[in-house]
């Protein structure tokens, strides 16, 4: 099995006519990978993915084709089951990626609060004045980002630019299949308290037809907070990686790789807030990851 890239977190193996997506354990913080895994939480991410495309099919089309390692063909299923890849594994449509990552924002926090503070602007987009860090935005945003290489940081892009990188129709076609998403998820997720702040997309092209890719509306990709605690004015607990980077900030340690190990304390704490999540999204209880209730409603 031939591996053709790997990311932060996750690992692309070439399967012919398909790819196999397969997520780690790894976790980032800072652009570093961090030596020390937080268990499960690629199977977390893999299957909160499938959950997202199983129900998001009606607004666009997706890479999944199969999630189940025993439903994969020969010889992927053999090796798949000797690597561990049951539950965190995605046999997927080849697609032409775009070069831009599509975020969205629905409440002002992160960078964009940094950049707003600035200029009353988020990539471009006048915001009303007055608004405090944490406020829900009027409605939601399209905030893109150029796609970083491994190490490198996300730039921040106006709608000019993004244009200029993927023409009119195809930059309008991606920003409205982001809004549309983002604000299925976010009413989705506040049914169930959450509150989705941002989140980030990313589209391809496979057969002529615009697709999304790679994971969708996860705690590693999206800003989750609980609406229970949700407080305007100031910054909001959320479900990722929040744990692991204010552990990291009490260090003497450069943000450089390589980056240090995570105490058990930590790890168990990062896990936790990723199997909150996901119970409360899915309605599953972790590690219940036989995700026969989430099979896609189109076969492809």
Not at 46 to 73: E, G, K, M, Q, Y
Not at 105 to 126: F, I
Not at 143 to 168: M, R
């Amino acid at each position: 099995m031939n591996s053709i890239a790997s990311g932060k977190v996750r690992e692309l193996f070439d399967a012919g006519e398909n790819l196999v997506l397969v997520a780690s354990d790894r976790i980032s913080a800072f652009d570093v990978v961090l030596p020390t895994p937080i268990p499960d939480k690629g199977k977390i991410l893999s299957t909160l993915s499938v959950f997202w495309f199983a129900r998001t099919s009606h607004i666009i089309d997706n890479h999944l084709l199969l999630h189940r390692v025993n439903d994969f063909p020969e010889p992927l299923r053999e090796y798949g089951l000797e690597h561990d890849w049951d539950g965190r594994a995605m046999l997927c449509r080849k697609a032409q990626v775009l070069p831009v990552e599509c975020v969205v924002r629905g409440y002002l926090s992160g960078s964009g609060w940094t950049q707003y503070q600035q200029s009353g602007e988020v990539c471009g987009v006048k915001l009303p004045a007055g608004l405090r860090e944490s406020d829900k935005l009027p409605t939601p945003i399209f905030t893109p980002t150029t796609k970083a290489q491994i190490g490198s940081h996300d730039e921040a892009i106006n709608w000019e630019q993004t244009v200029a990188i993927l023409g009119q129709q195809k930059a309008e076609a991606v920003r409205d299949a982001s809004i549309a998403l983002y604000e299925w998820v976010a009413q989705y997720a506040l049914e169930r308290s959450l509150i989705l702040a941002d989140t980030k997309f990313e589209f391809g092209e496979a057969d002529g037809d615009l697709i999304i890719v790679d994971e969708m509306a996860t705690p590693d990709s999206s800003r989750f907070w609980d609406a229970a605690q949700y407080e305007p004015g100031r910054g909001q607990a959320s479900f990722d990686k929040q744990f692991v980077r204010d552990y990291l900030q009490t260090l003497d340690w450069n943000k450089i790789a390589p980056g240090p190990q995570l105490p058990p304390d930590v790890v168990e704490k990062s896990r936790a807030k990723y199997v909150e999540a996901y119970d409360r999204l899915t309605g599953l209880n972790w590690p219940d990851h036989d995700v026969r209730s989430l099979r896609l409603e189109t076969q492809k």
